[in-house]
């Protein structure tokens, strides 16, 4: 069985600008109840971009704010929403998916 993780890095295919830095790496942490505040559970599974959007500028290092995470390519920001589905799964969903 997969142990499930707490935390998820993503590289970007297409790194943002940040002032003069470039964020090629995103790491995501697993929400906790308070990120989840504000937000419909449900939608944030069916991938509804906005309920994304708002989870990412809470759970992502270096933190993303909301025009940052507007200006992803979508595969980048494909990417980020699949890695945060992962940590809603049990660890014999993710085994079901990954065999």
Known sequence: MTEPSNT???SLSY???RGTTSL?????????VADLRGLA?????????????VLLTRISE???????VDSLDILDFGTL???V??????????????T
């Open 81 to 83: 929403a699949g890695e």
């Open 15 to 17: 790194p943002l600008k």
């Open 41 to 53: 559970l449900s939608e944030v599974m069916q991938l509804k971009t906005d309920a994304v959007a």
């Open 8 to 10: 998820a890095i993503v």
């Open 62 to 68: 270096p933190q993303l704010t909301r025009h940052e």
């Open 24 to 32: 090629d790496t995103i790491t995501l942490r697993k929400p906790r």
């Open 85 to 98: 589905i992962g940590f809603f799964l049990s660890p014999e969903a993710m085994d079901s998916l990954t």
